[in-house]
């Protein structure tokens, strides 16, 4: 049973892996009164190269994981469940559901239209790049979005299939990353890409290297977006429009945040500080075979 | 149950992915009156990244859908999943069942020992090298293995986490698996491999690469071992010894391999094509649903 009506229940935050906790980050500091539950489906990480049927299917049972825990909302903090499955979590469950697109987009959307601002009517409006994992392309999700919040704004994009990988084993910096990141930029650059969207939780890990390989390619600055604070606001948006109470009682800092995997939580845990520093609770395991 | 008393029930093989495939086709050669059933696990791919106890549970289904198949054997084409749960399907299941780990630290061994042979008795035995993934190289298994063949060869391992995202890519050539290669076969030269296994059943669609790096690192060529054809004799043996019988009527060649899979079958039966040619057979999907 969903607990929407408890105020101080938690917020419920679920990602294929560690990729999501970039978004309960943001949370974290824009929402500093709620407790977050963050789960990571880490026995069946990545999602992004799986079919819609199958991510559908994962994104059900971790849908359920967290309601029986009594959350009072879900935050979808995956690009490809929230591309492929949330219009259907919405129908199938009866409590808020934010995903990461939709602010995604919106984040986009004012980049390209300052830009557009600072570089004056004369010349062309820069379209807007998105990369992300082949689910997520595939579906046509951030075009949809985007189409949405503006006739004017083009999108292109490009499935960026190894940088979940390189974010997962930690590879962040160096000549792998800077090459495989060019090889997704490249196209996106050329097709006239003016502002880049990072269509997957995990690559504001790689946001470095894909700010200087836009900029060396472009031949100059490329602004680039990510979902995380923006979905955080949605959530905090929800509240202040009255469809998601708000905590009355705090919690103390130090308990804020609690983390689940499906899998062993060692690695897990040792990954979370890249994530979210030093202060990264302890992750613990629940049992896929229960749920 | 399963079907081991008949001598026309097929073979069953299983891997995380596409992986297995390398063995299935070695197989094909090697037991050319043999049926073979496929299952690549491609909802859960990959396995090398995590936990034992999540492999354990992977494979445990994996074996059952096969088994429900009527197979008369099942082929572990996983080098997780041989090191780190082929005792265990030993104990619980009712059939012959063999893994590639012993087969591939065989080929290993009798490599070693031939160059050892042709180098003369004045210089050093070489070490033999694995690449695996991180589930493989932490459980020892072949350290474990190469022990029962030999008291004198030593053993060096590095897990190269990286590979397999980029053969399930398709991304074989280039410098981004040449860097990565590079990372990985280096620290193994440089401990004094003089013999590379593959310790995983993706790595052979990199072995040119391997090949290459391996040489330019030591300053002469290394060679290079799989565990796909030394697994496809160790049917073949188990058979000559009386344990498993042979199969009785041919197959026609074009419906000697079915291939199964967890997700969708598109990009699967795609990427079979670079392992078995243009003949592969289309996938079909099973539902895990059910199993």
Redesign the interface.
């Known amino acids: 049973m969903p607990n929407a009506l408890d105020p101080d229940a938690p917020l419920g935050v679920f990602d294929s892996g560690l990729g999501g906790l970039t978004v309960a980050r943001a949370m974290l500091v824009t929402l500093p009164a709620e407790r977050i539950v963050y789960l990571g489906d880490?026995?069946?990480v990545p999602y992004g190269?799986?079919?819609a049927?199958?991510v559908i299917?994962y994104a059900r049972t971790c849908s359920r994981v967290l309601i029986d825990r009594g959350v009072k909302a879900l935050v979808i903090a995956c690009n490809t469940v929230s591309a492929v499955a949330l219009e259907l979590l919405r129908a199938e469950l009866d409590l808020p559901i934010v995903g990461v697109v939709q602010p995604g987009a919106r984040a986009a959307v004012a980049a390209a239209e300052a830009m557009a601002a600072l570089n004056g009517a004369h010349e062309r409006l820069p379209k807007i790049g998105v990369l992300g994992t082949l689910g997520t392309i595939n579906s046509g999700a951030y075009p949809r979005a985007v189409a949405q919040l503006s006739t004017r704004l083009e999108v292109v994009a490009e499935p960026a299939?190894?940088l979940?990988?390189?974010v997962?084993?930690g590879?962040l910096e160096g000549?792998?990353p800077e090459?495989?990141v060019e090889?997704y930029v490249t196209p996106l650059i050329r097709a006239g890409a003016g502002v880049i969207v990072l269509g997957c939780t995990h690559y504001p890990l790689l946001r470095n290297v894909i700010e200087r390989v836009a900029a060396r390619v472009a031949g100059r600055d490329v602004p680039v977006v990510d979902s995380a604070e923006a979905t955080a606001r949605e959530v905090l948006e929800l509240q202040q429009s009255g469809r998601l109470p708000p905590a009355v009682h705090a919690t103390p800092a130090d308990r804020r945040l609690e983390l689940l995997v499906?899998?062993?939580p060692?690695s897990f845990s040792s990954a979370a500080e890249r994530f979210l520093g030093a202060d990264a609770p302890e992750a613990s395991q629940i049992d896929?075979?229960v749920i």
């Open positions: 880490t026995a069946r190269t799986r079919s049927q199958t299917r299939p190894l979940v990988p390189l997962e084993e590879w000549q792998v090459l495989a090889r499906t899998d062993l060692n896929l075979k």
